[in-house]
T-cell receptor, first 112, second 113 residues
Framework: GDSVTQMEGPVTLSEEACLTI???????????LFWYVQYPGEGLQLLLK?????DKGSNKGFEATYRKETTSFHLEKGSVQVSDSAVYFC???????????FGKGTLLTVNP | DAGITQSPRHKVTETGTPVTLRCHQTENHRYMYWYRQDPGHGLRLIHYSYGVKDTDKGEVSDGYSVSRSKTEDFLLTLESATSSQTSVYFC????????????FGSGTRLTVV
C-alpha cells in the first residue's frame, strides 16, 4: 500500500538558517504530494502541493519539488523564522477514494 | 477559511461510556474523514465518507463507528470508550478531486479516564 517516510525530528534551528525536511514515498500510479503544517494547538493547514512529476510547490518561502525518479518531495526554506516553529507533515494522495496518507510528522523549533 | 467545525473541542469521559464527536461543514464537500493523531504515529485514518450514508473503514476503525445522514454532518462514535482511544481527533473535508488536498477542523482532544 501507499506509504510516506519523513525524517524524524525534532529539528532545531537558529533563525535565518536553511531548512530541509526529507520526505520519500511509496505509491502505485501517480500520486499528488502535499506538505501540511500544524501550529501548536491547531489543526493541519495545507502548506503546498504538487500534482505531477517535476512540479514545484511553493508558499510562504517554502518549496518542494516532486521528484518521481527518487520518489521524493523534500521541503526546503532558505531562511527560517521563529514563526515557522510547527510540526510539518508530508502526505500523498492516490487511488480513487481520495484518501491522504500521512508521514509521522517532523517537529521544527526555530530559536531567535 | 473553509467552514468546518468540530464539537466538542475538549472532552473527558470515563472508560466504558459512549462518546460522539461531531464534524460539521458548510462547504457542501462530498468527502469527509476522521483521523486520530497520536505521538509517534502521525495521523491515522479511522473512517471516511464519500456521500450521504456512504462510509468506509480506514486503517484504525476498530472500536469506532460513523454516520452521515446529511451532507454537512459526519459523526464519530466510540461505542464504549477505552483508554487507548485517548487522542486528538481531526475531521477533514475534500472536494471531489483530492488534488486539492484536505481542509481540517481544529480537532477534539478526548481523554478517557
Amino acid at each position: 500500500g501507499d506509504s510516506v517516510t519523513q525524517m524524524e525530528g525534532p529539528v532545531t534551528l537558529s533563525e535565518e538558517a536553511c531548512l530541509t525536511i526529507n520526505c520519500t514515498y511509496t505509491a502505485t500510479g501517480y500520486p499528488s504530494l502535499f506538505w501540511y503544517v500544524q501550529y501548536p494547538g491547531e489543526g493541519l493547514q495545507l502548506l503546498l502541493k504538487a500534482t505531477k512529476a517535476d512540479d514545484k510547490g511553493s508558499n510562504k518561502g517554502f518549496e518542494a519539488t516532486y521528484r518521481k525518479e527518487t520518489t521524493s518531495f523534500h521541503l526546503e526554506k532558505g531562511s527560517v523564522q521563529v514563526s515557522d516553529s510547527a510540526v510539518y507533515f508530508c502526505a500523498l494522495s492516490g487511488g480513487s477514494n481520495y484518501k491522504l496518507t500521512f508521514g509521522k510528522g517532523t517537529l521544527l523549533t526555530v530559536n531567535p | 477559511d473553509a467552514g468546518i467545525t468540530q464539537s466538542p473541542r475538549h472532552k473527558v469521559t470515563e472508560t466504558g461510556t459512549p462518546v460522539t464527536l461531531r464534524c460539521h461543514q458548510t462547504e457542501n464537500h462530498r468527502y469527509m474523514y476522521w483521523y486520530r493523531q497520536d505521538p509517534g504515529h502521525g495521523l491515522r485514518l479511522i473512517h471516511y465518507s464519500y456521500g450521504v450514508k456512504d462510509t468506509d473503514k480506514g486503517e484504525v476503525s476498530d472500536g469506532y463507528s460513523v454516520s452521515r445522514s446529511k451532507t454537512e454532518d459526519f459523526l464519530l462514535t466510540l461505542e464504549s470508550a477505552t483508554s487507548s482511544q485517548t487522542s486528538v481527533y481531526f475531521c477533514a473535508i475534500s472536494e471531489s478531486d483530492s488534488n486539492y488536498g484536505y481542509t481540517f477542523g481544529s480537532g477534539t482532544r478526548l481523554t478517557v479516564v
